[in-house]
């Protein structure tokens, strides 16, 4: 029987992140990404304003597709804490849980980075600051035809986190847990990243990757690794 590996993009992104992970992982994991409202195929539809609201929408895609097939959930960023309190409504409406919880380059819910609300400034000023922090490139400051259609979603991104992290609760869930954090990552310290195990009742990995916060893309065969190896000796 195959695993289902459901996957959520990081801030700004969309799905088509993952398109070439089912070709580098092995037949037993079939990646299934999700997408998040107003982009990729679901572009157009109303960005999100809360995690609540976004977890709410999320269930209501995943709900139906949990027929007992095993499954696993890998999320990057803001798409890792997004997984966590997906897990967390699956757990409270007595769903079938994951095997295993992917939580790449995110912090823990009671954790945040930086103290500023980027998501009020506007629009020039806060693609300037996220620049900054690493969270996109600085190409997009000279293309205004993407800038039109990418800051509105990755300010909802920002507002979802600004409005949660920090603030989240510890519940504890039943799931093997894997945290990939980046040695030169400036938005998730690995000291943050560790913090996680306090989350998990069951095994808890911690995975130290080469590379800043888009270690995802940089280091994919070593993520491809991390996956397989947490996978397959369950199947």
Partial sequence: ???RLFTIPYSGSSASIYLRWNR????QIQVV???LPGRG???GSKLCDSMPELIEDLYSHIQDQLDGQPYAIFGHSLGGLVAYELCVKLMEHEHNLPMHLFLSGCNPPHLRYGEKNLHTLPDAIFLE???KLGG???ELQVNPEIMRVFVPIIKSDYRIYELYAGKGKVVQLPIDFSVLAGKND?????GNGIEWESYTKSSFRFIQMEGGHFFIHDQLDTV?????SALIVHK
Wanted: net charge neutral; proline share 14%.
């Fill in 136 to 138: 996109t490139t600085k």
């Fill in 41 to 43: 195929k679901r572009f």
């Fill in 129 to 131: 600051e996220i620049v």
């Fill in 1 to 3: 029987m195959k695993i």
């Fill in 224 to 228: 491809i690794n991390a996956v397989e």
């Fill in 186 to 190: 400036p938005l998730m310290p690995m």
């Fill in 33 to 35: 990404p999700l997408e």
């Fill in 24 to 27: 580098l992982l092995p037949d």
